[in-house]
């Protein structure tokens, strides 16, 4: 059973980064994409963007001039970089892995990260 | 880019039928595919409908998922209703490299 696991900071300022770093448990890492994807309170979800084994990453154009993901395949993680925050990038993020053609199969915990001055 | 417009909020009784539509504003809804995700309160969102219909494992065929070409839309049905359903349905789609999601659906089970 796949098991996504994540951790970061929870609280931020303005114009600060967010970092979040997703564990992936059991399964195949170099098999699938692997996406961030946030949903702010009371509202709906958001893709923030997705990365593979080798490193390939695409990104949602609203969020791209700030977004970074990386991948660690020693480790089977991934991470989100996400900089000069607003309070409009409080939300809960979650990591998901992208089963086939974008369908977001297994979902790890969401976390809320509050951006606040 | 494309939207995927959903209704705010839908309504029905136990053990009726209700469904969910999803509109695509732009592209043909056929040419990529729809998933839907359930998300009860307080959790993460789950896989219901990939593919435009194909249920994962685990999901009761009570739900079921189609596309209308003529209105391009994408529906859930889900038949059977149980107060467990009472959730926030999301319909989501993509465009090349870009994952589009419908506002959600807001489904009381009265």
């Known amino acids: 059973q796949v098991q996504l696991q994540q951790w970061g900071t929870g609280l931020l300022k303005p114009s600060e980064t967010l970092s979040r770093t997703c564990a992936v448990y059991g399964g195949s890492f170099s098999a699938y994409y692997w996406s961030w994807i946030r949903q702010s309170p009371g509202k709906g979800l958001e893709w923030i963007g997705e990365?593979?084994?080798?490193?390939?990453?695409n990104y949602n154009p609203s969020l791209e001039s700030r977004v970074t993901i990386s991948v660690d395949t020693s480790k089977n993680q991934f991470s989100l970089k996400l900089n000069s925050v607003t309070a409009a990038d409080t939300a809960v993020y979650y990591c998901?892995?992208?089963?086939?053609?974008?369908?977001?199969?297994?979902w790890g915990q969401g976390t809320l990260v509050t951006v606040s001055s | 880019n494309f939207l995927l417009t959903q209704p705010h909020s839908v309504s029905e009784s136990p053990g009726k039928t209700v469904t969910i539509s999803c509109t695509r504003s732009?592209?043909?809804?056929?040419?990529?595919?729809v998933q839907w995700y359930q998300q009860r309160p307080g959790g993460s969102p789950t896989i219901v409908i990939y593919?435009?219909?194909?249920?994962p494992s685990g999901v009761p065929d009570r739900f079921s998922g189609s596309i209308d070409s003529s209105s391009n839309s994408a529906s859930l049905t889900i038949s059977g209703l149980k107060s467990d359903d009472e959730a926030d349905y999301y319909c989501?789609?993509?465009?090349?490299?870009?994952?589009?999601f419908g506002g959600g659906t807001k489904l009381t089970v009265l």
């Open positions: 593919g435009h219909n194909q249920r």
């Open positions: 732009s592209g043909n809804i056929a040419s990529t595919y």
């Open positions: 998901v892995r992208d089963g086939r053609s974008y369908a977001f199969d297994v």
């Open positions: 990365i593979n084994h080798s490193g390939s990453a």
């Open positions: 989501q789609s993509y465009h090349t490299t870009n994952v589009v």
